[in-house]
């Protein structure tokens, strides 16, 4: 019922469909297998963790790739890794096959271990670089669909820079036909003066490619084997090998810094916000809110400064949400307020409140119209329709029912070092200012509880509970204290 700016979820049995040029516009099928290369170190990123790992927006790299292949139609995805693979495979063993290049030798040693994962396969394979996170669905099946129409070996992705510095160029022949691609360090300085230049994503005639991939050598400046000699190859071989310019070299930029990370970041941010705006939802400083690529937003939201909205979060029509709201996984319903309020996991329903300075824990649920206010944290609870925990509590492992008001101070003391223990509430109780819960107990429906009561047993229904120590007053024992402190 919202508007999501991402992809379609992974289903690896999609076809893409492509427009013939009839009048009638008729509709056909093709086969269509992807290879994201994931395997380099990407030491300019200075860490621990291999580039396609961290995120942007809240999601790793490899994933923004492997999601826009499968929103393209491909029917079968391969992603090759090597190293640091145990951090990368458990990103994408679930919906792509996991191909592991023993050797990182250069980007025809990583489609060449696909050998086996690809063998009797006929139609078209995009190779797709597992560091660019902004490449378009759209623009993956469009390659595929100029390879088949054109029954191409190999059509690549091609943008015009400014500054080409660090890219492969595009060399062409005297009739404007791709001849090769020149990596930099290869390049001659006529072949580096050129401004065109390889994005790094490519669809091949599956055998074309593998039958090239053999003859390839590293007889090259980093005395690797170049995925990019293939064309050559190929070319000689008399099959057409084409060039697809994008409009829009931003889908092409590739992660190899933080700078660049950063700079990823910022594009992504843009192109999600805008399209947000253009579906109706309101940012009066978009560069102040930061969207997932899989958050779901409906109509007539306001997003306020200092907003991130992350994971498979979804917001109802009429809520606003911030300033100064992380919401990570989470479902809000209609009309809801959210002020400065962290939330992940959590459920809140349609007409629910939240902060400001509120701590939503994973599977806490408000329920319609329930209020969680100032310095509440609540954990693994259900606060009950109608129900408020207003401020400076701490709510755990508890169930609590409609019409519930939970007084300032109260806390659920719901672990005893060992065990968490349920607490529940019933509907219609009133709960005083600093209220112990010592679980496991339950408190019936109309029962009041006292201020400053520690809960130690079962309340019955519309009971009244006072559990405190009475007070006691000592006459002159203040003055006394200060006589004492005087003397010595």
């Known amino acids: 019922r919202g508007f999501c700016v991402g992809f379609a979820p992974a289903v690896r ?16 099928t093709m086969e269509a297998a ?8 990407g030491t300019r990123m200075k860490s621990k963790k291999p580039k396609v790992v961290h995120e942007v927006l809240g999601k790793p790299l490899v994933r923004w790739v492997v999601d ?27 919906d792509t096959q996991v191909v592991v290049q023993e050797v990182q030798n250069g980007t025809a040693g990583a489609v060449l271990a696909c050998a086996d994962a690809f063998a009797g396969f006929d139609g078209s394979l995009s190779v797709l670089t597992g560091d660019c996170p902004l490449i378009k669905p759209e623009t993956i099946a469009r390659l595929a669909q100029v390879r088949d129409e054109n029954n191409a070996a190999v059509v690549v992705l091609t943008m015009k820079l400014d500054d080409p510095t660090g890219y492969g160029r595009i060399i062409r022949d005297a009739d404007g036909q791709v001849e090769r691609i020149v990596e930099q360090k290869d390049a001659t300085p006529d072949e580096a003066a050129v401004n065109e230049c390889n994005s790094g994503f ?7 490619l593998f039958d090239a991939l053999g003859q390839v050598d590293d007889d090259n400046a980093q005395g690797e084997f170049y995925l990019t000699d293939v064309l050559a190859i190929c070319r000689a071989a008399g099959r057409p090998v084409l060039a697809l310019p994008t409009d829009d070299p931003s889908e092409c930029l590739g992660v190899n810094s933080r700078a660049q990370l950063a700079e990823a970041t910022k594009f992504a941010q ?5 399209a947000h705006l253009a579906a109706g939802v309101t940012m009066i400083d978009p560069d102040q809110v930061w969207i997932g690529p899989d958050v779901v937003i409906e109509q007539d939201v306001e997003l306020l400064p200092q907003t991130f909205l992350m994971g498979s979060t979804s917001v109802g029509e009429d809520s606003v949400i911030g300033p100064n709201s992380r919401l990570t996984d989470t479902v809000v319903g209609r009309g809801c307020t959210v002020d400065e309020t962290v939330a992940v996991e959590a459920l809140i329903d349609d007409g629910a409140s939240c902060g400001p300075r509120a701590y939503l824990r994973p ?8 209020k969680a206010g100032t310095h509440v944290e609540i954990k693994k609870s259900t606060v009950g329709k109608g129900s408020k925990v207003p401020h400076l509590s701490y709510i755990g492992d508890a169930t609590i029912g409609e019409d519930v008001n939970i007084g300032a101070g109260s806390i659920t003391c719901n672990y005893d070092g060992k065990k ?20 496991p107990v339950t408190v019936g429906d109309g029962a009041y509880i006292a201020a400053a009561t520690t809960v130690t047993e079962d309340i019955p ?25 005087q003397k010595t």
């Open 34 to 41: 992807a290879i994201v290369l994931a395997a380099g170190a």
């Open 461 to 485: 229904a519309d009971a009244m509970a006072i559990g405190r120590s009475r007070q006691e007053n000592k006459a002159g024992w203040a003055e006394e204290n200060r006589k004492k402190k």
């Open 202 to 208: 490519y669809c091949f005639d599956a055998r074309a």
């Open 13 to 28: 049995t999609l076809r893409y469909t492509v427009r013939s040029k009839t009048p009638c516009e008729r509709r056909e």
């Open 420 to 439: 968490k223990w349920p607490t529940t509430i019933g509907d219609n109780v009133f709960v005083g200012c600093n209220t112990n819960f010592v679980p």
């Open 68 to 94: 826009a292949a499968h929103a393209a139609g491909v029917t079968q995805v391969a992603t090759v890794v090597g190293h640091a693979r145990e951090q990368v495979i458990p990103l994408v063993e679930g």
């Open 363 to 370: 599977a806490a649920h408000l329920c319609e119209g329930a």
């Open 270 to 274: 843009r192109r999600i916000n805008a």
